[in-house]
């Protein structure tokens, strides 16, 4: 290593934090300096495969000349103007394709900076709609264990309290109802049992509950399990049955992932507010957006106080509406589908045998993900360590080591990825 880039990686060390680190004890990084296709180029001139997509929104992959192209463009007229009474076609455009591809009745869109303000402003329209409906005392929320929603304050308290590492906020996070997650899993015959504990959580307290907000069939950074999706379509009928309304979060699972477009359709059911994020602008900027029925439009605007409360500074961001409208596009007009369910194929074939391992517990793949479960936590240094001299870009936590690469990804790229799995799970 250079000095110059020794130096910077000291600086790194002592006053920039990463996302969950220490800044006494910080777990070692990895300088990087380009990406493109499933490679990233570190420092040091090694190329590793993709099988994060940059926490599922890559799904391009990296450097694509069609997502550099419409930002390029976009930049030249303008790259942010206020949307507070001004608007532009980046905004509407994207807008208009969203409306499109997500469940028919969803209708609104609001434009957002990240999956977890998108979160927010999910459970601020859900209590706003009952607020508005001569409601107020309906303010709570029904999750289920496991979750995870994002690290602000609304969102974290509906994310795992176990798994989501909040616990010293729990005096002052609002304390919402959990349910059991469903023990069904995605290919398991369903069990109408799993519904008993959402169903009497929702009987016993609907007059005080806005919402139920879960993961789609995936749940995410909670766990990485995957559930029937006749636990969703159960849990929509006990929400119209209550009166409660249903928020989807799709900031993991949505534009593909679980091989639908959303995974809401795998259970055929709209829900009431969808958010999206993550791969929305496929990884190029941040970007989120949470939709809306126009029942809940409405009534939030029918209301006292007549407009919603909430409107980011940089709300409907021209360049993240531009990447996100072209990687949408770029999506849908290719054969997504195929490659998602090629990758679930592969994944399936190369993971097998881990099941029988002494040191796994379960393996689990659903459309482009790949989840290895182990018996005991990994050492987070020492696994990143070991799949980087594999040349493979994987950040395994806790007991799970786990993949999700781009789509693009090809066949020995992908083999490459399970590969090392295979091996480094033996080896620890
Ligand atoms: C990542 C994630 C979030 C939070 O998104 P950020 O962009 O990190 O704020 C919320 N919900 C789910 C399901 C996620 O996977």
């Not at 959990?178 to 290919?187: G, I, L, R, S, V």
């Not at 609907?206 to 993961?215: D, F, G, K, P, T």
């Not at 990485?224 to 379509?233: A, E, G, I, V």
Request: aromatic fraction near 8%; charged fraction near 20%.
């Amino acid at each position: 290593m250079t000095d110059h880039s020794e130096s910077l990686l000291s600086f790194d060390k002592k006053h920039i934090w990463h996302p969950y680190t220490s800044m006494i004890n910080p777990l070692p990084v990895y300088p990087i300096i380009s990406a493109s296709g499933v490679r990233l180029r570190l420092a040091d001139g090694r190329e590793l495969i993709d099988g994060m997509s940059s926490w599922w929104a890559a799904i391009h992959g990296y450097n694509h000349p069609i997502l550099n192209e419409a930002i390029q463009q976009q930049l030249k007229k303008m790259s942010h103007v206020m949307f507070g009474g001004l608007t532009h076609e980046p905004a509407i455009e994207l807008s208009k394709l969203l409306i499109d591809i997500t469940p028919s009745l969803l209708d609104t869109v609001f434009l957002c900076d990240s999956g977890s303000i998108s979160v927010e402003v999910a459970i601020k329209m859900a209590i706003q709609y009952w607020f508005s409906k001569g409601h107020p005392e309906k303010q709570k929320l029904v999750t289920i264990r496991s979750g995870y929603h994002g690290d602000s304050f609304g969102a974290m308290s509906v994310c795992d309290p176990v798994t989501g590492m909040h616990e010293m906020f729990c005096h002052i996070l609002p304390q919402q109802f959990f349910a059991e997650p469903p023990k069904c899993a995605y290919h398991d015959p369903w069990n109408p049992d799993d519904l008993n504990h959402i169903t009497s959580i929702i009987e016993q307290n609907h007059s005080s509950i806005a919402a139920v907000i879960l993961e789609p069939i995936v749940q995410g950074a909670g766990g990485m399990r995957m559930y029937s999706p006749k636990y969703l379509s159960g849990v929509r009928t006990i929400c119209d049955a209550y009166n409660v309304l249903l928020i989807a979060d799709e900031i993991a699972t949505g534009f593909g992932r679980t091989g639908d477009l959303f995974a809401c359709n795998k259970a055929d059911i709209t829900p009431d507010i969808m958010c999206l994020g993550k791969a929305l602008t496929g990884g190029y900027m941040t970007m989120a957006a949470t939709l809306t029925t126009r029942a809940v439009s409405d009534q939030i605007s029918k209301g006292r106080p007549g407009v919603f409360m909430h409107g980011p500074t940089f709300m409907g961001n021209p360049l993240a509406c531009s990447v996100a409208r072209a990687s949408i596009q770029l999506l849908i007009n290719s054969s997504w589908q195929d490659k998602v369910m090629a990758i679930e194929t592969q994944l399936k074939h190369e993971l097998a045998s881990l099941a029988e391992s002494p040191k796994v517990s379960d393996i689990r793949v659903l459309g482009g993900i790949g989840v290895a479960e182990l018996k005991e936590p990994v050492n987070m240094a020492d696994i990143q360590q070991k799949f980087v001299d594999h040349g493979v870009w994987l950040r395994p936590f806790g007991r799970l080591v786990y993949t999700m690469p781009p789509y693009i990804i090809d066949p020995s790229d992908l083999s490459q990825i399970t590969n090392a799995i295979n091996k480094i799970i033996e080896m620890t």
